[in-house]
């Protein structure tokens, strides 16, 4: 079993839609977790960090579940800009990441 | 904010000789230095953790005599794939971790391609 599991998409949306992205990880000992965006053949880009209380930047939400060991992020208002790839990451009680295979958003007109 | 420059950003070789790829923090003091590689439509697979100064530790599966890792000084780190196969084509990405700043700085990314 991978340690951090995504669904490999694609998502297709229009404009304009709210779309929501699940992972999960194995490694309860897992401490932080992160959202990536990742552009095709470019390094992947911090998106946000991700809270046990939840926490929101601008269009974006990100939630965790400890108990679950599963983590969300939605997206509201979809612009064709935000058509990427987006990483799961969770972080161990060590400096290591450990990256999702990834959820393809495509976003169109 | 913090950068690392990484070079070259694609390069192709023929099968058996030796490459090298350089990671470079501008403007901090990179600590650690982690090197993954990416297969299409795959995950960032970490491949091996330097700290300056020590020897890497490498993740299992992945050969250390092949992957070649020195990080002598805390601002460049270097990753030499040697006798490249066709099998070790991908892309290439370092991410540099500094005792003073938060978070993970990455590297642009480099294209393997072996012919």
């Known amino acids: 079993r991978k340690e951090v599991e995504q669904d490999p998409g694609p998502f297709n949306v229009p404009e304009g839609a709210t779309v929501a992205f699940n992972c999960t990880y194995s490694?309860?000992?897992?401490?932080?977790f992160f959202w990536y965006r990742q552009d095709c053949r470019k390094e992947p880009k911090l998106l946000m960090s991700?809270?046990?209380s939840g926490n929101e930047d601008g269009r974006f939400t990100a939630q965790l579940n400890r108990a679950s060991q599963y983590i969300s992020l939605l997206i509201r208002d979809s612009k064709l800009s935000d058509s990427a790839t987006y990483l799961c990451?969770?972080?161990?009680?060590?400096?290591?990441?450990?990256f999702g295979t990834g959820t393809r958003l495509q976003v169109f007109p | 904010g913090a950068v690392v420059s990484q070079h070259p950003s694609w390069v192709i070789c023929k099968s058996g000789t030796s490459v090298k790829i350089e990671c470079r923090s501008l403007?901090?003091?990179?600590?650690?230095m982690f090197w993954y590689r990416q297969f299409p439509k795959q995950s960032l697979m970490l491949m091996a953790t330097?700290?300056?100064?020590?020897?890497?530790?490498?993740e299992q599966g992945v050969e250390k005599d092949k992957f070649l890792i020195n990080h002598a000084s805390l601002t460049l780190s270097t990753l030499t794939v040697t006798s490249a196969h066709p099998e070790d084509s991908s892309f290439y990405i370092c991410?540099?971790?500094?005792?003073?700043?938060?978070?993970?700085?990455f590297g642009s990314g480099t294209r393997l391609t072996v012919v």
């Open positions: 990451v969770a972080r161990p009680n060590t400096d290591k990441l450990i």
């Open positions: 991410s540099a971790r500094s005792i003073s700043l938060y978070g993970y700085t």
């Open positions: 330097s700290n300056e100064g020590s020897k890497a530790t490498y």
């Open positions: 490694n309860s000992a897992s401490q932080s």
């Open positions: 991700v809270y046990s």
């Open positions: 403007d901090f003091q990179a600590t650690t």
